[in-house]
């Protein structure tokens, strides 16, 4: 079992299904992905904004994200954990880029 066998042991069938889909540029299955995880997301989104008028920015930002850096997953632990250490991440630099702003 090599490191990406393994770490499709962390996701469910569909999901597992609907990333490698989404690697071969299935747009269907792209849509299919916002939707699996989108939810999550937002929470971490909406959990980690003051205002919530900028929360679909944001969360457009992180979707982006995810995709463009796709091919950084290896698989090695859960997508859902990888994804929402993007979107954790990206909220920060937002959040980083704000008070830079203001000063």
């Not at 989104?45 to 008028?53: E, S």
Request: net charge positive; charged share 30%; aromatic share 6%.
């Amino acid at each position: 079992m090599n490191a990406t066998d393994a770490g499709r042991a962390h996701l469910p069938p569909d999901l597992t299904g609907c990333l490698e889909r989404v690697r071969r540029g299935d747009q269907d299955a792209a849509r299919e992905l916002i939707e699996q995880v989108g939810p999550m997301v937002n929470r971490i989104v909406r959990m980690h904004l003051p205002r919530r008028d900028s929360a679909e920015d944001l969360t457009q930002e992180v979707f982006i994200k995810m995709f463009t850096r796709l091919g950084q997953y290896r698989g090695t632990s859960s997508f859902r954990g990888w994804l929402a250490q993007v979107a954790r991440r990206t909220c920060y630099d937002h959040l980083r880029a704000q008070r830079l702003r203001a000063l």
